[in-house]
Protein backbone atom coordinates (compact mmCIF):
# COMPACT_ATOMS: atom_id res chain seq x y z
CA UNK A 1 0.00 0.00 0.00
CA UNK A 2 0.90 3.31 -1.58
CA UNK A 3 2.09 5.98 2.39
CA UNK A 4 0.18 9.07 2.20
CA UNK A 5 4.16 10.63 2.77
CA UNK A 6 4.98 9.10 -1.03
CA UNK A 7 1.79 10.59 -2.42
CA UNK A 8 2.02 13.99 -1.50
CA UNK A 9 5.85 13.59 -2.68
CA UNK A 10 4.19 12.52 -6.17
CA UNK A 11 1.96 15.12 -5.92
CA UNK A 12 4.68 18.08 -5.84
CA UNK A 13 6.73 16.62 -8.49
CA UNK A 14 3.81 16.02 -10.30
CA UNK A 15 2.69 19.73 -10.00
CA UNK A 16 6.17 21.51 -10.52
CA UNK A 17 6.12 19.46 -13.81
CA UNK A 18 2.65 20.97 -14.65
CA UNK A 19 4.08 24.48 -14.23
CA UNK A 20 6.75 24.04 -16.25
CA UNK A 21 4.89 22.31 -19.04
CA UNK A 22 2.06 25.29 -18.43
CA UNK A 23 4.76 28.10 -18.72
CA UNK A 24 6.87 26.76 -21.72
CA UNK A 25 3.07 27.07 -23.58
CA UNK A 26 2.20 30.21 -22.22
CA UNK A 27 2.33 32.79 -25.31
CA UNK A 28 5.36 35.08 -24.30
CA UNK A 29 3.32 38.65 -25.15
CA UNK A 30 3.94 41.08 -27.51
CA UNK A 31 4.44 44.13 -25.14
CA UNK A 32 7.79 45.84 -24.62
CA UNK A 33 9.30 48.22 -23.16
CA UNK A 34 10.15 49.71 -26.14
CA UNK A 35 6.61 49.62 -27.73
CA UNK A 36 5.49 51.53 -24.16
CA UNK A 37 8.00 54.44 -24.80
CA UNK A 38 6.92 54.70 -28.36
CA UNK A 39 2.91 54.50 -27.79
CA UNK A 40 3.72 57.12 -24.59
CA UNK A 41 5.61 59.60 -27.42
CA UNK A 42 2.55 59.45 -29.64
CA UNK A 43 -0.03 59.76 -26.64
CA UNK A 44 1.72 62.49 -25.49
CA UNK A 45 1.68 64.13 -29.14
CA UNK A 46 -2.23 63.31 -28.70
CA UNK A 47 -2.50 60.96 -31.02
CA UNK A 48 -5.67 58.53 -31.14
CA UNK A 49 -4.91 54.88 -30.78
CA UNK A 50 -6.51 54.74 -34.48
CA UNK A 51 -3.82 56.60 -35.57
CA UNK A 52 -1.32 54.98 -33.82
CA UNK A 53 -2.49 51.80 -35.44
CA UNK A 54 -2.73 52.75 -38.87
CA UNK A 55 0.90 54.78 -38.41
CA UNK A 56 2.27 51.15 -37.14
CA UNK A 57 0.11 49.21 -39.81
CA UNK A 58 1.44 52.14 -42.71
CA UNK A 59 5.20 51.52 -41.71
CA UNK A 60 5.14 47.41 -41.46
CA UNK A 61 5.48 47.57 -37.72
CA UNK A 62 2.11 45.77 -36.72
CA UNK A 63 1.25 44.75 -33.13
CA UNK A 64 0.79 41.25 -34.00
CA UNK A 65 5.46 41.20 -33.95
CA UNK A 66 7.07 38.83 -31.38
Known amino acids: MVQPRDWRKARETLYAAYKE ?28 PEQIAEHRRVNGKSFEEY
Not at 27 to 42: H, I, T
Open 21 to 48: RRASSKPKGRFSPELASELEAQFQQTWS
